[in-house]
Structures are given as structure tokens and as C-alpha cells.
């Protein structure tokens, strides 16, 4: 017996509030471990020199919003409604630099410390033109399922097993997938079994991606209000050097980020 969309709903609230607790925990983790690691964990895509205007992470809340403010004016059950939430899902699948924060987190968690790319060890390098090639949504997925194994977050783990779809992903990427009457089909032209996603079903996998990307900021900003007032933390910018530094938050601007005079000793 096929489970009803309020069925599959009710699942997701379960998952968002397991993927609460469980980035919580591993936020709350990584503070108590290093508080100047956690805090430079807390930026995504944090290049260093890199131009202002070159971050993807908070174009992937740009576009989470203009995806969904034309999504909500277009009329249920058309084939471009279908087709714009699968845009939205495909783009919050693949955006990699929104989940370096949870990466940073546990490579903080387990000592490895902020890398400035954390996902560089799933990165190919063509063979012929020596060009860099982007790991996928499902290897990111796979890495932060493992890497949150090892720091024992099992329930951590099993959220990022269970987040993103791959056929529906895999599908719009290829643009492998038919918009029919019972569903969206995707025929997998390149091998494989082919799967229909009733439209509940489908949906209950848009809802659940859509949820947890305000879900993940939510608790970003419950940490960062824990520095509004600011205040004085230490830890290691790198193995040898203790830094002490001002951290602070203004949630009016949205800004956080170290505001005080860097002090380091070896």
C-alpha cells in the first residue's frame, strides 16, 4: 500500500528534526574542540584573498529564494512548475559550497582542523587536459556520510545518507527524466532501472531538500548569536600558533566574522 503525501510529510518532520539535532551536536563539538577553528568553519567557501562577489554559498541562498518566489506563482500540476523545482533541487544538491560548513565541522571534530577546500581530496584531474573536475552531489553526499561515521555522529551520518534523491538529482542533470501524468519518469538511457516518482512521492523529496537548507542556517545562526555581544576566543589558527581574537555577530547586517586584533604565540 502506496503511503499518502501527508504520510511522507510526516516523515520529513521526523528527518528535519533528527538533521537539527545531529548538526547541532557536531557544531557543539567542534566549539568545545577549538573555538578560532570553529569560527573560521563557519564560513563557507572562505578563500582568503578572493573577491568579494565570488562566494557560491550565498548565491545558493540567492537562488534558493528567487527559485522559490517563481515556484510558489506558477500554477500546481504544470509541467514549468514541475520543471522549475527541479532546477531548485538539482542547484541544492550540487551546492557544494554551503555543505563545507558541515565538512569544516567535523574536520574540526576530529583534528584535522578548517581547510580552505575541504572537499579538494574528491577533486579528478582530467587525464588529457589536466582541467579540474567538480566532485558530484552524490560523492559529497558519500564523504559527509563517512566522515560523519568516523566521528561517530550516526545520526548525522544517516542525514546526509538520506537527503538527496540521486535518480531525481542524476535525472535533471542529464536531463534524463519525462514529466508524465502519473509522475516524472526517469528512464536511465545509459543503463540501469528505470524509476517513476508518483508526484507525492516526488514532492516529499523537493519538500525535504527545500527544508533542510533554512533548517542548516537556522542552526548556523543559533551558534553565531552566541557572539552578539562579542567575545574574546582562543584556539590554533594552524598545529603551533594559540590565537586569541574577537569574534562578533550582528544579526541586523547578517555579519560575523573576527572584528579584534589578531594575538598569536607559539
Known amino acids: 500500500m502506496s503511503k499518502s503525501l501527508d504520510d511522507l510529510l510526516s516523515e520529513n518532520d521526523i528527518f528535519l528534526k533528527k538533521a537539527h539535532d545531529a548538526l547541532y551536536k557536531v557544531f557543539e563539538q567542534a566549539q568545545s574542540k577549538d573555538e578560532v577553528q570553529f569560527a573560521l568553519a563557519m564560513f563557507p567557501e572562505m578563500r582568503g584573498s578572493q573577491a568579494a ?7 545558493c541562498q540567492n537562488a534558493y529564494n528567487d527559485y522559490l518566489q517563481h515556484y510558489d506563482q506558477l500554477e500546481d500540476g504544470s509541467r514549468i512548475k514541475t520543471r522549475i523545482s ?24 576530529d583534528g ?18 589536466g582541467e579540474r573536475i567538480a566532485p558530484s552531489a552524490t ?30 538529482r542524476n535525472g535533471f ?10 509522475g ?60 586569541t581574537d574577537l569574534i562578533s555577530y550582528d544579526p541586523q547586517r547578517g555579519v560575523f566574522g573576527f572584528s579584534g586584533q589578531v594575538s598569536a604565540s607559539s
Open 173 to 182: 542533470a542529464h536531463a534524463d527524466y519525462i514529466i508524465a501524468h502519473d
Open 53 to 59: 562577489g565570488w562566494n557560491t554559498a550565498p548565491e
Open 184 to 243: 516524472i519518469r526517469f528512464p536511465k538511457r545509459n543503463g540501469g532501472v528505470p524509476s517513476l516518482f508518483s508526484n507525492d512521492v516526488y514532492y516529499a523529496w523537493f519538500k525535504r531538500l527545500i527544508d533542510f537548507i533554512p533548517l542548516m542556517w537556522k542552526v548556523w545562526e543559533e551558534f553565531a548569536l552566541g557572539y552578539n555581544p562579542e567575545k574574546f576566543v582562543t584556539g590554533h589558527l594552524n598545529d603551533e600558533q594559540v590565537f
Open 112 to 129: 584535522t582542523g578548517f581547510r580552505i577546500r575541504p572537499f579538494d581530496h574528491l577533486v579528478d584531474i582530467h587525464k588529457i587536459t
Open 86 to 109: 527541479l532546477a531548485l533541487y538539482c542547484h541544492l544538491a550540487e551546492a557544494g559550497g554551503f555543505y563545507e560548513i558541515p565538512k569544516n565541522m567535523m574536520n574540526v571534530c
Open 139 to 168: 560523492r559529497i553526499m558519500k564523504d559527509l556520510m563517512g566522515h560523519a561515521k568516523i566521528i561517530e555522529a550516526t545520526d548525522l551520518s544517516e542525514v546526509f545518507r538520506d537527503l538527496v534523491n540521486a535518480d531525481i
